[in-house]
């Protein structure tokens, strides 16, 4: 019996890991913590718990978290960084759903999140949670940053791309579609159904900080350096992203359709949350909601010469805590799929 | 190993049943029909099927179906009274998700459903698959007409009111709310998302099926002969049904809300599948979204003497093939909870 | 020209305000006010307004709102009744959106507003601005309380039948569905599209302050005192109010329902915004988006011997500043459709 | 007054037409055809002309239609081409929202539409009426193509680049994102609500009708053959294109942002519907919705050398009827903004 701890359950990834963790038999959640919801019982803040779990939110005690064999941070950025190094001490294992510990690059972290990072030290020792990049790092890491919601659409899509060499990858574009729930639980004009339903717009033009984290990891299977135009739109739906890639195929490389399906399938062929859809079958978000599987579809426009790539996910599953719980499957050795062979809903 | 069947499997219900049958070790689906879809792979008609169900779509040779244990019909009304017989002879047992062996009274139903009954003598055999007023019948049942969306919500709601003789059984309204997939996957230009989403409206209003269904399952529990306003509205969502119960108490009845309360705890106390809500909370139709449990609150207007009872369930699962299964299940001794404890995803 | 000021123009029923009288060659807007957004341009607020209101909100100068011939209050309630004093005692005509004037009886005010009445000698001379039922008064009154959202299409639905005596009216049932814009523009957690998507709930049983509002009004009409079950729910859509109403057929009253038509029919044959629907024809909220229609069909259940009324506004228009403007044009002598005579989207 | 005939007014464009004309004094709309529902009301297939248009659908007879100043195809395609020379010859100037006439390559044509074109004679003298570039030939015009949904707002986000020669006109990208309106009102099984709403995906992979339409316009603008990579989306709104384009600057071009603003507004400087927002404001399909107005924001990735250009539009309004009767608006002589100076709703 796994012992699991949550720190921050309150928002979508906490709610998410607990929907996902509740109905196992090797996992006990033992202590689920929030400081500004403590003593509430955690299924009345979320009702679709009721039934399944029994427990409150109480204060995030350390000596209680340091009895656990893992603990999930679902904080906000900034959070992890603080108290991690205590659990990692105690012997836990930990993984973070935040971005304190996905870029190598402590400057550039520290410029993308406006805040000094106060545990450098953990950075380069953290373990990049993708697991079709990362499995046997993940086996034995400790400390895990579960990467973006975006970046993981965004990287499983452009990885056989960028591994191969094929495109160019100094103007490779994401035209990337988000729904709402990526904002997280929070009381925010923008976020209101009145305020966003019914439309479509983009944001984070100005730069989006997923954008760095999709290129350092990029740039591990690069030959040239990545270069990314990213350009994520909030749309009118609760779950999802769907990203759209676009990549300039390289000078003197000649792309044939069904050479390029087959490189994607080969590439994903052991990866049991990839899903490369037959070619002419492109995905809709709809597909993989409340689901852990990647849809990947793959194809060519030859008048433009530009490999085109659609990615699409469940923003909270894959995105976010259903990854986090597939990278604990791999840390304590256990079947990948367990716990995460849910069926989307349909319709 | 249950061999199971499924009859019609093209619309809402029939991927629901699959959805809820693929994951379990103890059901195994040989057999999906559709004359129409035939050769069709059921996951290419429904993408969240892919990977978890490798079947196609096949005539319904009554030969392969007459094998299983337990055959669920699908099908638009009408339909299952052709052959049931055939299957019920062959030592199959038939849950029938349709309309054709709900209503005792043939020629009633035949009023309403405008085509002639040709099972008559079935219909009396036929346990009404509601669990919670039928448990018992449906354990040895042969043949189960599983209750409509509408009359699941709102007879679970009615039912304590009734039983106890509370309230004025000729004036009861029931103001109900469905997600638009209560209207099945057809090309009907209605239910088009332009024509439906951002919008309610009522429907129905110079009668629905459902209504004598309602009230000739309520009576059998009511002193008095059930008068029913029913109206139900179209609401702009995919999945739910909130019923809005309104019973003028009995002359001569005091209620106490605290009493009243303890009631409905106390009727529903044994039911997996009902959770009556602490007083003061209620329910919204996303809390049981692709759960079989049905939510119900009951709170008490002085001002004008009236019972007012809320009622939510996901229409597709309580109010069709969630309830579908959980009929299975008691038929086949299995607990009653299995398959049917998945947790609603939240947001 | 008209000379009009709008106080408090940041939520949706100044924007509505806004985006009614902007385009009108009769009307001139000279300030909207705002402490929070002091200097902000109002059409970076509300982008649909670029190209068409050039003016900042500036603060609540009582010196520039004094020049004004009418001044609109689109503030939150216990706002209005400090200032209106003052602009009267300018000349100015006021329009008070709030519910500050709605209520007669002072100490209930009191108790559903939770706070003391500072105006209350205005309340009196308060003209209630559904012109169905006072436009005379309207027409000279200074002081203008308009209705609220759901007050209005309930009262306009039950008011044929409560003149004529023909229903029980202590036993009167108001099933509102309402779109989120009724929550107005404010950051709460519960009004984020991913909250409020996709689901609907009941909300305000324990006591929703329309409902003395509608008593009250109603009462004024009524030979027996009205006693009302009012049940708010909250629908996933941005705009509208659906009102289903029953109501329990007097002792001895004998329904036609062709004569329940021609009462309502008659009663608001010379009303230019209340649309009786033909026999057989129901509102869906759709079909008033935007305008300053209430649609309103009527039918009867012979089995319960009740009548069922529907009727559908637009929560924002007919229930709130449409509603407003029209008070504005009986008040001034101008065609009552002016600047109000808009065709709803479709789809 | 213009005397107004409308052809095939049963879907979205034509009742988008009656709900600009009918408020008009200066047009009269004297016939409206329709073989399917000849003899029904107008405002019983769309209730929100209930008071606004009286008319009935009729079969479309030449003999009316040709006493008519204006006649308006909403049509599918391949139907205005078989009748359009017997209006001309009648006088009438004519207005086709659909294909027939948008490309003046027949084989081109023939080969996207795939059908023959039966007036390929009229096609050299129709005039694509985008008024952005062809004003001057719209006034003296009587036959008209306006241009399609993703064209309109396509064209314009790329015009300024292509005509100034900035950008690599052989991968151009347009990523659109429409709302399910697109797909008109067929009763189709993919745009059902409960198909559509909740997912987002791309469609038309394989090619578009569009994409011919969009290059062989721009193509007059462009030194370089403009070849483009379009990638439509199906986006779960009722209303709203949105296109993101992205522009791969020209070797040796070097971007100021500054002046590349300065060079949206100065192109769109004498355009009504055109609105180059400020630099920093980006478009929402909402702020659009129910106007004439393209939105259009320009920005640049240095770090790929790439021009993003945001354009919005309402699909069925700048994107078909709007556009259509700005069209009209200049062969008459009439202030362009007539009729279409409604201000969107919002929320």
């Known amino acids: 019996m796994i012992k ?16 996902l963790l509740a109905p196992r038999n090797d996992v006990e ?22 039934g399944h779990i029994d427990l409150e ?46 870029i190598k690059n402590i400057p ?42 975006y970046p993981t659409a965004i990287q499983l899509g452009f990885l056989p791309l960028v591994e191969n060499n094929l495109v160019q990858c100094n103007r490779l574009i994401a035209d990337a579609k988000s729904g709402v729930s990526g904002a997280g ?3 925010v004009e923008d ?20 954008h760095p984290e999709i290129c350092e990891s990029l740039n591990n299977f690069s030959e040239d350096e990545i270069k990314l135009t990213f350009v994520p739109h909030l ?10 890639l676009y990549a300039p195929v390289k000078n003197g490389v000649k792309v044939d359709v069904n050479e390029l399906q087959d490189l994607y399938e080969k590439r994903y062929a052991d990866e049991p949350f990839v899903d490369v859809l037959p070619q002419g079958q492109f995905p809709a978000t709809r597909d993989v909601k409340g689901s852990n599987r990647c849809e990947i579809a793959v194809t060519y426009s030859a008048e433009t010469d530009t490999i085109i790539v659609l990615s699409a996910e469940d923003n909270l599953v894959k995105g976010a805590s259903g990854q986090a719980i597939q990278n604990m499957n791999i840390m304590f050795g256990i079947d990948e799929l367990t716990g995460l062979n849910g069926i989307s809903l349909m319709p």
């Open 4 to 19: 699991v701890g949550i720190i921050g359950a309150t928002g979508y990834t906490g709610v998410e890991l607990l929907r």
């Open 29 to 50: 959640v033992t202590i689920v913590t929030s400081r500004e919801l403590m003593g509430t019982k955690v299924s009345d803040r979320y009702a679709n718990l009721r």
């Open 57 to 102: 939110y109480s204060a995030p005690d350390m000596k209680v978290l340091g009895k656990c064999d893992v603990v999930f941070y679902a904080t906000p950025h900034a959070v992890a960084m603080n108290t991690v190094s205590e659990l990692l001490d105690a012997g836990v294992r930990v993984i973070d759903l935040s971005a304190d510990f996905r």
């Open 108 to 149: 550039l972290w520290e410029q993308w999140y406006k805040t000094e990072h106060v545990a450098p030290g953990l950075v380069a020792d953290a373990v990049y949670g993708l697991p079709e990049i990362n499995r046997e790092a993940i086996k034995t890491a400790n400390l895990i940053a579960v990467p973006g919601c």
């Open 185 to 187: 639980r929070k009381a």
């Open 191 to 210: 976020f209101l159904l009145t305020e966003s339903t019914e439309s479509i717009k983009a944001y984070g033009l100005s730069g989006h900080r997923h």
């Open 235 to 244: 749309t009118p739906m609760i779950r999802g992203i769907l990203a759209t």
